[in-house]
Structure formats: structure tokens, C-alpha cells
């Protein structure tokens, strides 16, 4: 059935294809017209981007509007957009509420690189892994996204970037000088993707679907703590590639570092990774690790980790911590991290340096948090004062 959006319509963004058509069966549409309809529908919401139904041209006006009279497929609000300086974009969405619940707020960043864009998408509203140097595991869980709300994230980053192929760039569109676009994803936002399994599974089916937005599925990365179960169903039922926040070489550590280690440890960890489908030198898992100083970045975590890794086809993100208010670590010494990564390649992998993007914004990894959770308490109540008289959504 269709998805809730909040507003009293059912949402048609995150539909599989049998769900869109059990949605246009529901208001009418001809069981053998629902193949053809169904087409026009998917072209329309993945291919041209529309977000009003009346833009659907090739689509008869009776049914126009029958569909806007039953469903909806507008974007949440954009409550701020930042602007870093080194480009990087942070968008604070608001997606309406679910239910007798309130609005929630979440955080999606595009960072522009030479020659590709890349757009880090949430799962959850907030997250209940508590690792403890990043600054969104300090929120807690609010709710799991739908399908609908993650691919609006993206849905979104291509209005605001004038992606969408066949229609003028919108009205006040930030457009990089460069002219890049999102060609890639990572599930590396808000949340942790495994505990939201299916309807990630739905958004990014979705968002590789080569009739639609048509992602290659080697340029979406979905990125886990380690939720071992679901990284064996990643593999077969969505088949993208995998990134691992890994952090440590150790279960001591990693239990303090990466608490979900104490339920999954390492050994079943690195089994599920190597078990991987597809897994190959061209289909590496990336292993991500935060370099936090005098905690995990001596010459001998790197040794540990080499030997942890071995057998495994990857490539190790070296992050330099991105600091934020109220963290107890602090970030390792450039030289130290170049030591580190000169030793790990080495010995054979790639451990490219990540360098940091939008600091000066809180977009950089770890960074991302509700903004509804930085506002002070009366700032927030008149903020649910304001969305209780019917204001907040507009």
C-alpha cells in the first residue's frame, strides 16, 4: 500500500512497482492499463523528477487529477541549506509527521570532487548505536525513515544541483561551477542502515533501477557498524557495495569504541566480510577507521590491522577525527596518520587519507545531528508551538 508522508494523502515516492500499481488499481485505473500507467508514473517521479502531478503531460487529465486528489509526491521542506567552504552542502530536511507523531528533522550532505559528486544519505532519526566519537550516535533514536523519505534525500540534492535530465533548473537551484552532479551515494547519514534493513533495501532497488534513477549499484555504498545478519541479506538482496565502521583492531577497544561489537565481535564481523557476495579486487570492501589520537593510531594498530584484514579484498579509509562539542577525543597528528597510512600501503592496501569536508558546517563524518536537537528547550517549545497551529510544515 502506499506509504504515509504525513499529510493526509499516501505517498507514491518508494513504491516498488507492484505497490505503485495496487496504489492506481485502488483509485480506478484499468487492471490491463496498470503496466502502461505504472511506466509513465515511474518515468515521470525518477527519470524527469516532477513533483506535482499536473507536470505529467502524457498522462490524461481525468486521471491527473484523480492521482492528486489521492495521493501526494511533493518534497518535505528544506528547512536550511549551508554552504561550506570548500562547497561541501548540508540540507536540514523536515519530513512531516507519521501518524499522531511530531515532525522530525534529519541532515543529508553532497560533496562535489573532481570528476564526481557524492551524496551522503540518512536512514534513521537519530541512532541507537552510541559509538562514542561520533556526534549523531549522542542523538537518540527518534524513528526509522521510509523508503520514500530516504530517496526524497536524494530526490532533493538533484532539484536543489538542476540534475534532473528535460526540464530548466529550478527557481534559486545552487548549481556547482563545475557542473557536477550526483553520481554517486553512500549510506553514511544519520542512523545505522541495517537497523532499517527494508526500507533501505526498497530505496535503493529504487534508486539503481536502470529505468529510473539509474545508479550503478557500484557507485552506492552502504555503510554498517557491523549488523551482521544484515550484511549476509545486503549481499544477496541488494547486491551494492559495502563499507565497514571498523575503528579498531581489537574487541576491547572496539566493544568501547563501537559498542554493537559486544553483540557481533570481530571474528563474526570479518567472516560475514569475507562471505560477501561479489567480493573481488574490483568489488573491495572499504573498511573505515577514525584515527583518534593515542587511542588506535600507533604503528602497531597498524600492523594489527593489516593482519586482520588479510584475505579480504579492501581498501582502509583513513578518517581524520572531525571534532564537535563535548568529545573527550582528540584527533591524531597529520604526521602520525601519514606514518600510518605509509605503513598500510605498504603492505599491500590502498588507505587513502580522507580529507575532511565541511567542518566549518558539521557535515564532516560523525558531524551529522537533527538541528531540532541543538535548539535550546524554549526555542523548542516554540518550535512545537509553531507546528501545533499548523504552521511547521509550510
Not at 183 to 201: A, C, Q, R, S, W
Not at 294 to 314: M, Q
Request: hydrophobic share 40%.
Amino acid at each position: 500500500m502506499p506509504a504515509t508522508t504525513g499529510s493526509e494523502k499516501p505517498g507514491l515516492i518508494g513504491l516498488t512497482r507492484d505497490e505503485l500499481a495496487e496504489a492506481l488499481a485502488s483509485i480506478g485505473v484499468p487492471r490491463h492499463q496498470l503496466r502502461m500507467r505504472v511506466g509513465q508514473l515511474w518515468h515521470w517521479l525518477y527519470v524527469r523528477g516532477v513533483s506535482e502531478f499536473s507536470a505529467m503531460f502524457n498522462v490524461s487529465k481525468d486521471l491527473r487529477a484523480r492521482l492528486a486528489e489521492s495521493f501526494d509526491i511533493s518534497r518535505p521542506q528544506i528547512v536550511e541549506e549551508q554552504i561550506s567552504s570548500d562547497g561541501t552542502r548540508k540540507w536540514l530536511f523536515r519530513f512531516p509527521s507519521r501518524g499522531a507523531g511530531r515532525p522530525v528533522e534529519i541532515e543529508t550532505v553532497y560533496i562535489p570532487e573532481e570528476g564526481r559528486g557524492t551524496l551522503c544519505i540518512s536512514s534513521q532519526v537519530g541512532c541507537t548505536l552510541n559509538c562514542s566519537f561520533c556526534h549523531t550516535g549522542t542523538q537518540k533514536l527518534v524513528r526509522n525513515l521510509t523508503a520514500g523519505e530516504i530517496l526524497a534525500q536524494l530526490l532533493i540534492a538533484r532539484d536543489r544541483l538542476g540534475d534532473f535530465p528535460g526540464h530548466d533548473t529550478p527557481a534559486g537551484a545552487i548549481v556547482p561551477v563545475t557542473e557536477r552532479k550526483v553520481t554517486n551515494i553512500v549510506m553514511m547519514g544519520m542512523g545505522e542502515p541495517l537497523y532499517n534493513f527494508d526500507e533501505v533495501k526498497k530505496a535503493l532497488l529504487i534508486a539503481s533501477d536502470g529505468d529510473g534513477l539509474s545508479l550503478s549499484k557500484r557507485r552506492i555504498t552502504l555503510s554498517t557498524s557491523g549488523v551482521v545478519p544484515e550484511i549476509y541479506r545486503t549481499g544477496d538482496e541488494i547486491g551494492v557495495m559495502l563499507a565497514i565502521s571498523l575503528h579498531a583492531t581489537n574487541d576491547e577497544l572496539r566493544d568501547e569504541l563501537v559498542p554493537i561489537n559486544r553483540k557481533y565481535p570481530l571474528a563474526e564481523l570479518l567472516k560475514a566480510c569475507r562471505e560477501y557476495p561479489g567480493l573481488s579486487n574490483a568489488r573491495r570492501i572499504t573498511f573505515e577507521y577514525v584515527m583518534l589520537k593515542g587511542v588506535n593510531d600507533s604503528l602497531v594498530d597498524a600492523r594489527d590491522l593489516v593482519r586482520l584484514l588479510k584475505g579480504i579484498p579492501a581498501k582502509i579509509n583513513l578518517i581524520p577525527f572531525n571534532p564537535w562539542p563535548g568529545s573527550s577525543y582528540e584527533c591524531s597528528d597529520w604526521e602520525q596518520i601519514e606514518k600510518f597510512a605509509d605503513f598500510i600501503n605498504q603492505a599491500g592496501y590502498a588507505s587513502p587519507i580522507r580529507t575532511p569536508r565541511g567542518r566549518d558546517i558539521l557535515a564532516a563524518c560523525g558531524q551529522l545531528k537533527s538541528e531540532s536537537e541543538r535548539l535550546k528547550k524554549t526555542d523548542r517549545l516554540a518550535l512545537e508551538a509553531m507546528m501545533i497551529a499548523g504552521h511547521g510544515g509550510e
